[in-house]
């Protein structure tokens, strides 16, 4: 929302927790406000527990609807995110069709064209490193945007799909470990 709309709901916070409340109880839900809170990127509406899809869009429509604010600066409510990173082994460093080497575009292209991915967002542009200096295969870092539970990763985690004949598995990671250095060259 805009700075004016924020104002406006922000003066009158402590009615908005207790009209969402009974929002929220009249659509059976086992969550609560606890309050309100203003944050550099807009309203952040603080739960008791997590919210499920039918109670973010009740938050949604009343916020919404609500008479002091223009109804269409109301931005679509979305659960607090974080960071997780994904490992894929095994991918070849030439592609079999163009006998080009991998590039994190091509990565990219690859996990849009897959439906394990689906729902999926990128932090960042993919990391992709030969496994081994003489090695054909490469690994690629992926850092992903998931919900706090982590059930985005977990989904994802050892699974298998395929680019072109080969079979391909995901396994978590605690953080990209960015460019590794060569032991023996250094580079």
Request: glycine residues 4%; proline residues 4%; hydrophobic residues 40%.
């Given at each position: 929302?805009?700075?004016?709309?924020?104002?406006?709901?922000?003066?009158?916070?402590?009615?908005?927790?207790?009209?969402?409340?009974?929002?929220?109880?009249?659509?059976?839900?086992?969550?609560?406000?606890?309050?309100?809170?203003?944050?550099p990127?807009?309203?952040?509406?603080?739960?008791?527990?997590?919210?499920?899809?039918?109670?973010?869009?009740?938050?949604k429509?009343?916020?919404?609807?609500?008479?002091?604010?223009?109804?269409?600066?109301?931005?679509?409510?979305?659960?607090?995110?974080?960071k997780?990173?994904?490992?894929?082994?095994?991918?070849?460093?030439?592609?079999?069709?163009?006998?080009?080497?991998?590039?994190?575009?091509?990565?990219?292209?690859?996990?849009?064209?897959?439906?394990?991915?689906?729902?999926?967002?990128?932090?960042?542009?993919?990391?992709?490193?030969?496994?081994?200096?003489?090695?054909?295969?490469?690994i690629?870092?992926?850092?992903?945007?998931d919900?706090?539970?982590?059930?985005?990763?977990?989904?994802?985690?050892?699974?298998?799909f395929?680019?072109?004949?080969?079979?391909?598995?995901?396994?978590?990671?605690?953080?990209?470990?960015?460019?590794?250095?060569?032991?023996?060259?250094?580079?």
């Amino acid at each position: 929302m805009n700075s004016d709309n924020i104002k406006k709901f922000m003066s009158k916070s402590s009615n908005h927790v207790s009209n969402l409340n009974r929002v929220l109880k009249n659509i059976k839900s086992d969550i609560m406000v606890n309050f309100i809170h203003l944050d550099p990127l807009g309203i952040m509406i603080i739960t008791s527990k997590v919210a499920s899809k039918s109670d973010l869009q009740s938050i949604k429509n009343y916020v919404k609807f609500t008479n002091s604010i223009d109804s269409n600066d109301v931005k679509v409510p979305h659960l607090p995110q974080s960071k997780s990173y994904l490992k894929i082994i095994s991918i070849l460093y030439f592609q079999e069709v163009s006998l080009s080497p991998i590039t994190p575009k091509l990565v990219k292209d690859i996990i849009k064209q897959n439906q394990i991915f689906d729902n999926v967002i990128l932090v960042s542009k993919p990391c992709v490193i030969k496994a081994f200096p003489k090695s054909y295969m490469t690994i690629v870092w992926l850092d992903i945007w998931d919900v706090q539970s982590g059930s985005k990763t977990k989904g994802l985690i050892n699974r298998c799909f395929n680019v072109g004949n080969n079979i391909i598995t995901i396994k978590g990671e605690n953080i990209n470990p960015g460019i590794l250095q060569c032991k023996n060259c250094l580079k």
